[in-house]
């Protein structure tokens, strides 16, 4: 079974510093991956997408990396800020068109 | 890109009754996804919505519980039939698109449903 776990399921840091936030799938033959920012209300926000022949994606202060061999991909932000609080999603396609969803991190930056 | 709508934004229902939720798309989109997400889980797949032909629905979800309509390229429904308190969750609407150049989804705002 295809499956992605995010840990930990709540993080809370002060606001200014680096982070990162793991994901985890179980076959590391995906189509790519993808991070997702959930705010309530406010449904879902993809944030970085990156393809299976890629290592990593970049934009602004988010960078996320992948490692296929291993099974994991990371989402590091860079100089947090409060409006950066929200749940993040890891999402995989395992080449079916389906994304399959990890369970999400809570962040909480601490102004 | 793709902006996505979706009413009511949340409803408390009964045991027994049924709701049906819309999801308005801005642009013409081949396929639609239907997502729930439960309180404290992840989003699952309930089904994808295709013009013109009847849904697929993935294991674990049927469509006597959870039928679709998809009447054109830019709007679908999905109704949650005869609820019970397990089907309260969130219910996302989403579609593929591109971004940048790269296949990227977009999701609606989600319907909260809460089940007494």
């Known amino acids: 079974k295809q499956e992605v776990t995010q840990i930990p399921a709540a993080l809370s840091v002060p606001e200014g510093e680096n982070l990162v936030l793991n994901c985890s799938f179980t076959?590391?033959?995906?189509?790519?991956l993808q991070w997702f920012r959930q705010d309530p209300g406010k449904g879902l926000t993809s944030l970085l997408l990156?393809?299976?022949?890629?290592r990593e994606q970049t934009s602004g202060r988010l960078n996320a990396s992948l490692d296929k061999s291993s099974g994991r991909s990371t989402l590091y932000i860079a100089a947090s800020q409060p409006g950066d609080s929200a749940t993040y999603l890891c999402?995989?396609?395992?080449?079916?068109?389906?994304?399959?969803f990890g369970t999400g991190t809570r962040l909480t930056i601490i102004p | 890109s793709a902006v996505i709508s979706q009413k009511p934004s949340r409803d408390i229902c009964q045991r027994g009754t049924s709701l049906t939720i819309q999801c308005q798309v801005d642009?013409?989109?081949?396929?639609m996804f239907w997502y729930r997400q439960q309180p404290g889980q992840s989003l699952t797949l309930i089904a994808t919505?295709?013009?013109?032909?009847?849904?697929?629905?993935e294991s674990g979800f049927v469509i006597d519980k959870f039928p679709i309509s998809r009447p054109n390229l830019t709007f679908s429904t999905l109704t949650v039939s005869n609820m019970s308190p397990e089907d309260s969750s969130i219910y996302l609407c989403?579609?593929?698109?591109?971004?940048?150049?790269?296949?990227?989804?977009?999701f609606g705002p989600g319907t909260r449903l809460l089940v007494l």
């Open positions: 642009s013409q989109v081949t396929m």
């Open positions: 076959d590391s033959a995906i189509y790519n």
């Open positions: 989403s579609v593929e698109g591109t971004s940048g150049g790269k296949e990227t989804q977009y």
């Open positions: 999402a995989v396609s395992f080449g079916n068109e389906k994304l399959t």
């Open positions: 919505a295709n013009q013109g032909s009847e849904a697929t629905y």
């Open positions: 990156i393809q299976s022949s890629q």
